[in-house]
């Protein structure tokens, strides 16, 4: 009962600390032409529209706010501008998701409950953090990390009981047994289309800004080249047939057991592509304020993909806001006018930080505006997300060089601000 008294404050706090600026630019899911205006409209010929390849100018929107913009402008004149409906992908009901993700661990493979880790196991990992303290390093909090295992190994049990698991369920992590022996991770997230896989449970991974600059832990390059593991991350994706295929960076990463490295590994990171545009990317969760909303009117997490490949493959797969195309609601939607648009970017920066950090006056500068897809939820329709195109503005706090870059969201179908919604997960994760 209180879990739910608190989430009923917190929506009713939310909600009190919208801001409230000129309602013409603000639009809080989507209501674009959907779903009966759109198939009304749905052969009609889009007109094409103006869009600089530069913007450079300077406007004050608040008596508070400067803002800047010396911004290249990324635009396709000539792609269409689709909006499809989607579906969540519940992985722990999807038979065919399941098998295919069940058939790349390999035959003979056990499904188990997660089962508490034995004194043998946490002893090792207790070993190895004696040996790493003193040397800095930011891969273990020394006072805390120590104390949890010191406490987790007297606990500890010689053979830890294993409970079969007949099918997934969401929000709980498994154990998949091989005949050798070894032992994969997966973990289905709080929400039914999230999920982590890890080929070994006993590692984990990073990507190579996870280490501070002191650490002791010496990378190298990686015993495959970028390419073949481009192959291999592509292959993957195809077998589970997820729809977020669409490379948008590539990092270096690693993965290391009790504090050793092990292998040096590339980093995919896909999302969903519409007719070639892609769409927005989850920023990484560790770098993340908790307070900042993951999704751009979402009914969940974007969707992305995260794969880790090394020389033997695949060892770590983290999806977030998987989904399953439904219909095309619209096949070329009309934007609205590039002017519009970059007139609510400025005008909502400027109301957004307008007299912030108690600073009589304040300067931003946009330094990139793109067009991108984000997922809305379908009016009237919780279980339904629809993928429109957006124009995302990335602008800085120039005299606050550790200010980190803020996005910002304006439809590019009404040119309306969108307003960023928190997810089921990260509301239940406020309440507790």
């Known amino acids: 009962m209180k879990r739910i008294i608190a989430l009923f404050l917190l929506l009713l706090l939310l909600a009190a600390c919208q801001p409230t600026p000129e309602q013409e630019f603000i639009v809080n899911r989507a209501e674009e032409p959907l779903p009966a205006e759109a198939e009304s409209s749905a052969e009609t ?19 508070h706010v400067t803002v800047v913009v010396d911004a290249d402008v990324e635009f396709d004149p000539n792609a269409p501008h689709p909006m499809i409906e989607v579906g969540a992908l519940d992985i722990t009901q999807d038979e065919a998701y ?16 997660k089962w508490t880790d034995t004194k043998e196991e946490i002893g090792e990992w207790l070993k190895s953090a004696y040996a790493y303290q003193g040397q800095l390093g930011s891969l273990v909090d020394l006072e805390i990390a120590l104390n949890l295992m010191e406490q987790q190994y007297r606990n500890a049990p010689e053979s830890p009981e294993k409970i079969r ?22 973990s289905v997230n709080f929400e039914p289309n999230s999920l982590i896989y890890a080929r070994d449970m006993r590692d984990s991974f990073c990507t190579e800004d996870f280490l501070a600059p002191d650490d002791p832990i010496v990378l190298t390059d990686p015993t495959i080249s970028e390419a073949d593991a481009l192959k291999k991350a592509e292959a993957f994706l195809k077998t589970l047939g997820v729809e977020c295929d669409c490379l948008v960076k590539t990092e270096r990463g690693f993965t290391y057991r009790y504090y050793d490295l092990r292998e040096m590994l590339w980093v995919f990171n896909f999302v969903r592509a519409i007719d070639g545009t892609p769409s927005i990317d ?33 060892v770590c797969a983290n999806f977030w806001g998987l989904s399953k195309t439904k219909r095309v609601a619209v096949k070329n939607a009309q934007l609205c006018d590039f002017e519009k648009v970059l007139d609510a970017g400025i005008r909502q920066i400027g109301y957004l930080h307008d007299g912030a950090m108690g600073r009589p006056h304040h300067t931003y500068t946009v330094t990139d505006i793109k067009l991108l897809y984000a997922m809305q939820t379908k009016k009237d329709d919780l279980s339904t997300g629809v993928y429109q195109p957006m124009w995302e503005f990335t602008y800085i706090y120039v005299e606050e060089p550790d200010w980190q870059p803020q996005k910002l969201y304006i439809s590019a179908i009404t040119g309306g601000h969108v307003e960023p919604r928190r997810t089921t997960k990260e509301l239940m994760r406020n309440a507790e």
């Open 98 to 113: 399941l098998s295919a993700l069940l058939s790349l661990v390999g035959s003979g493979a056990t499904l188990y409950e």
């Open 45 to 63: 010929v889009a007109v094409p529209i103006d869009v600089p390849a530069h913007v450079s100018e300077q406007r004050d929107p608040t008596e």
């Open 282 to 314: 989850r920023p990484d969760s560790f770098m993340t304020s908790p307070d900042t909303p993951s999704s751009v009117g979402a009914p969940w997490a974007p969707e992305s993909a995260r794969i880790y490949v090394g020389k033997d493959g695949v």
């Open 165 to 186: 698991a007949d099918r997934l369920e969401t929000g709980k992590n498994y154990y998949l047994e091989r005949s050798d022996g070894s032992i994969s991770l997966i």
